[in-house]
């Protein structure tokens, strides 16, 4: 009898302990958790609770670069130019160009990306400004000891030299003359994924001979890239093919009020010619 009394007095003590136990730790996470989640919420980690456009870009040079004094480049400082005069706060975020299109196109938050190009389907899931910046002619990047190169070609006579392969960035785009070109000539061609330095990289080690690169990115690759500049030709182009214009791809959240706002400051900020009012 004595045992049972024994059992049924620790039985109890247990489950009390269990309870006990669990309003504690219910208590002490209610307090801990419960001010971080107030504190997110009116963080700039939200900026649409902040009433914040997001603007999202891809860290390339010349045009987005990360500093220690904030956003610039040739397509960075303009659009904090252009946010600023139409009195809209923003925030820069990082991110892929294939994510951006994801969330573009899903239409959930308020945001623009910054550096696009123009194309069909992007008109149909977003909308476009007018454009921010237009690169300088396409020249092309060779090494210097391929004696047979002037300082200056055609694209049509580059790309008919079957002795020399063409460095393609895939997916990258080259404007519809040397597009065109280069599937009427079919030039010996290597593809890669790699950024504008590992390019250069490849043809300074003898894997390719020449690529074409906005003027903007070839002088700053020569001057940034830490490799020897003297051992590459920069080859301007005669025929000059047009550069690529950049526009804000916006999310469809992006009121048409804001784009108008914008493409009015475009049109008396940013010098590029059709922009003009």
């Not at 590992?198 to 890239?225: N, P, V």
Request: net charge positive; glycine share 4%.
């Amino acid at each position: 009898m004595r045992n049972n009394n024994h059992r049924e007095f620790f039985f109890i003590l247990l489950c009390t302990s269990a309870v006990l136990m669990t309003l504690f730790f219910r208590s002490a996470v209610h307090e801990v958790t419960a001010p971080f989640v107030e504190e997110q919420e009116n963080s700039d980690s939200n900026p649409q609770a902040a009433g914040k456009m997001v603007v999202f870009f891809q860290e390339k040079r010349p045009y987005t670069i990360t500093s220690k004094d904030g956003m610039r480049g040739l397509i960075a400082t303009p659009v904090t130019m252009l946010f600023e005069k139409i009195g809209m706060n923003f925030i820069w975020e990082r991110m892929p160009l294939k994510q951006q299109m994801i969330l573009i196109k899903k239409n959930t938050i308020r945001a623009c990306g910054a550096g696009w190009i123009k194309t069909a389907e992007g008109e149909i899931f977003g909308k476009y400004t007018l454009p921010i910046y237009k690169n300088k002619p396409f020249v092309a990047i060779a090494r210097a000891d391929i004696p047979y190169l002037k300082d200056v070609e055609t694209v049509d006579s580059l790309l008919s030299e079957s002795k020399l392969r063409l460095l393609i960035k895939v997916g990258h785009p080259y404007g519809r003359k040397i597009t065109r070109l280069m599937e009427d000539l079919t030039p010996w061609t290597v593809y890669t994924t790699a950024d504008n330095r590992s390019m250069l990289k490849m043809i300074e080690t003898h894997r390719a001979d020449y690529c074409f690169m906005s003027q903007e990115e070839a002088q700053d690759l020569l001057l940034f890239s830490g490799l020897n500049s003297e051992k590459f030709r920069l080859i301007s182009l005669s025929d000059n093919p047009p550069g690529n214009s950049f526009y804000l791809l916006c999310s469809k959240q992006v009121k048409d009020d804001t784009i108008r706002q914008l493409n009015n400051a475009i049109r008396h900020f940013v010098n590029i010619q059709g922009n003009s009012p």
